[in-house]
């Protein structure tokens, strides 16, 4: 039984829920950590969340993470698409990282249809809005064995 993962924010997502609501809804982060915290829960999971606009603190925060959770849920924001530096540090803790988006960012403008994190994460959950967070949780949890296989009889 896993007990601890890191819900990880990039930048401007501390702007959820003002910030292009058409585009990324209308929940606050504070809301989006508050459903996950609790989906997280029902499974004996506790949720560590942290926010930054600054690169370098999101990788000191997946360094850390290294040792004091099991996988992470990951929002880059606007450094999927350009942080070679992040990628690095994914590839560098091995933990199990999910990345997340609320829109999806294959339909949108070019420049951000390509995940320089993809490749070294175990999966990319994308256009589903705060439940881009919940289903990355769900799919995380079930990579780390916390969540029991269904029966198919």
């Known amino acids: 039984m ?10 401007n997502l ?7 609501p058409e585009i990324y809804g209308r929940f606050t982060l504070v809301d989006i950590n508050q459903i996950v915290t609790k989906a997280a829960a029902v499974y004996g ?10 690169e370098g603190a999101l990788i000191d925060a997946l360094h850390e993470a290294r040792t004091n959770v099991d996988g992470v849920v990951f ?17 560098a803790v091995k933990i199990p990282v ?18 320089m994190l993809s490749a070294v994460c175990i999966g990319q959950v994308v256009g589903f809005g705060w439940r881009s967070y919940v289903l990355g949780l769900n799919a ?14």
């Open 45 to 54: 999971v506790s949720v560590k969340a942290y926010q930054s606009n600054h």
């Open 140 to 153: 995380l949890l079930g990579a780390l064995g916390t969540l029991a296989e269904p029966i198919l009889e």
């Open 14 to 20: 501390n702007l959820l829920g003002t910030r292009e």
């Open 2 to 11: 896993h007990n601890q993962i890191l819900l990880l924010h990039g930048p």
């Open 98 to 115: 999910v990345e997340v988006h609320l829109s999806n960012i294959h339909a949108r403008e070019s420049f951000r249809q390509t995940s």
């Open 75 to 91: 929002n880059p924001g606007a450094y999927t698409h350009t942080s070679i530096a992040l990628r690095d540090a994914i590839s």
